[in-house]
């Protein structure tokens, strides 16, 4: 994974009746927490996985989400939800 | 409070070019009262009311949702009221040039459907000559950048194509394909006769999806669901009655799944009267078979305490097949009329299709 963006047709959105992130797919809702909601907003297809959890880190105070990051993205890709745009 | 719905499934119209013996439609589209369609002004307003009630996902279909004249109106509003929308068409009127149109309006997705893999079949199922516009469409969805499901109802005269249908499904860019065996409600029923697959297409099916599976991994979504028929306990149907999706037929009337207009005595509330919030929370349609109180002996002391997950089943077959819409869905190994199932399982027999139309009165 070089530079990962949403699969085709996938949209974020705050669900605001039910107080949460999603996750819009074709026939489908995956409820994000709040973390996970932040992640995908990053993938963009510019950004690198580095770029992505740089990024988080200077939110978090400098905390390393180096893994964090990778396997999230590694998950939503097992499941078709995030693609490489490289 | 019953849970939010997530899915409101908006049948535009019963009118459609295909005659597929497989239609999920009633019997009765014909009708006077199915023809006297809502307005776009009633569908904007069920479309921000049902995203007040936590709907995310609007499911745009028919009959054929592309002969509503409004449709662009439609996926506009859709988008503005902050819906998810797909467009669930047969593709024949589905051009480059309204496609467009559609795609500038805010809809998100479109499912075509495909009757075989094979033009000839596909045209003689349909009951149209329509496969070479599909497939124009599938590629016209594509180069729009629309991310494209097929979907394909299965039975006995096409499941032996299935290679070809994972083929073509890979050959069109789509990303989504919906095996859908057949479920004998609507024009199914009087076909299930000539709709009934054996087993062994069934498994041969089943292992190619699995091949296709490995081979292509998350690229392309494959599902497939055996059909009920073959199994010996039921689905929860529509995830539960009154619990995720709310239909609302192309006259106004608001029922809990596809089928339920057959229950006798189920009287569905209009969009043109109540609102949508009323008629989910309060309507007796609603609330007929919500949670496990309405349930009878074997669900009531089910042995394998699966009230809450497989939720009696589907209304429509227990009706159908226990002649009481209360009934344990004969599906399961523990109804008293499970034999129903084994034995229409095993007597698939006549090849004749009874085609779905608009003229009056149907044979049931």
Redesign the interface.
């Known amino acids: 994974m070089t530079r990962p963006r949403l ?5 974020l ?1 705050y ?1 605001e ?2 107080e949460e992130h ?1 996750l ?6 995956v409820r994000l927490n709040p973390t996970a909601a932040q992640v995908l907003e990053l993938c963009d297809g510019e950004r690198s996985l580095d770029d992505i959890a740089g990024t988080l880190s200077v939110r978090y105070d400098g905390a390393d989400v180096r893994d964090d990051v990778h396997e999230l993205i590694d998950a939503m ?4 939800l995030v693609v490489d745009a490289a | 409070m019953p849970p ?1 719905p ?1 899915t409101l499934i908006a049948e535009l119209s019963y009118q459609c070019p295909l005659h597929c013996p497989y239609c999920s439609n009633p019997l009765d589209i014909g009708d006077e009262h199915y023809r006297d369609e809502l307005a776009t002004e009633d569908w904007l307003r069920a479309f921000n009311e049902a ?4 709907v ?2 609007l ?1 745009l279909t028919g009959g054929e949702p592309m002969l509503r004249r409004d449709l662009v109106e439609l996926c506009a509003g859709a988008r503005d009221a ?1 819906l ?1 929308s ?1 467009l669930i068409t047969a593709g024949t009127l589905f051009t480059r040039e309204r496609a467009e149109a559609l795609k500038s309006a805010g809809l ?2 479109v ?1 075509i459907s495909i009757q075989s893999p094979n033009a000839e079949d596909n045209d003689r199922i349909a009951g149209n000559r329509s496969f070479a516009k599909k497939i124009a469409a599938a590629r016209a969805a594509r180069e729009l ?3 494209l ?1 097929i979907n394909c109802v299965l039975h006995r005269h096409n499941l032996d194509r299935i290679d070809e249908l994972l083929d073509l499904t890979l050959d069109l860019g789509a ?2 394909l919906e095996l859908a065996n057949t479920q004998y409600y609507g024009w199914a029923v009087p076909n299930q006769q000539a709709l009934m697959p054996s087993w062994d297409q069934l498994r041969r099916a089943e292992q190619s999806v699995q091949r296709f599976r490995e081979l292509v991994g ?2 392309v ?1 494959v599902l497939w669901v055996l059909p009920d028929f073959y199994e010996e306990l039921p689905k929860p149907c529509m995830g539960g009655w009154g619990s995720t999706a709310m239909v609302v037929a192309p006259n106004g009337d608001v029922l809990p799944c596809q089928a339920a207009s057959t229950i006798p005595g189920l009287e569905p509330a209009n969009l043109r009267e109540r609102s949508l919030a009323w008629i989910w929370t309060e309507s007796d349609a609603f609330n007929l078979f919500r949670g496990t109180d309405w349930m009878q002996e074997p669900c009531r002391t089910c042995p394998l305490a699966r009230q809450e997950i497989d939720r009696g089943g589907c209304r429509c077959q227990a009706l159908r097949l226990a002649g009481d819409a209360a009934a344990t869905d004969p599906v399961c190994r523990f109804s008293p009329h499970h034999g129903r199932v084994v034995a229409a399982r095993e007597s698939a027999q006549t090849d004749e299709l009874v085609y779905r139309t608009m003229k009056r009165r149907a044979r049931a």
């Open positions: 699969v085709t047709g996938a949209r959105r669900d009746v039910r999603v819009l797919i074709p026939e489908g809702v890709a097992q499941r078709g | 939010r997530s995203r007040e009630l936590g995310l996902q499911a902050g998810y797909s998100d997705h499912q950048d629309f991310p499901t990303q989504r998350p690229r979504d």
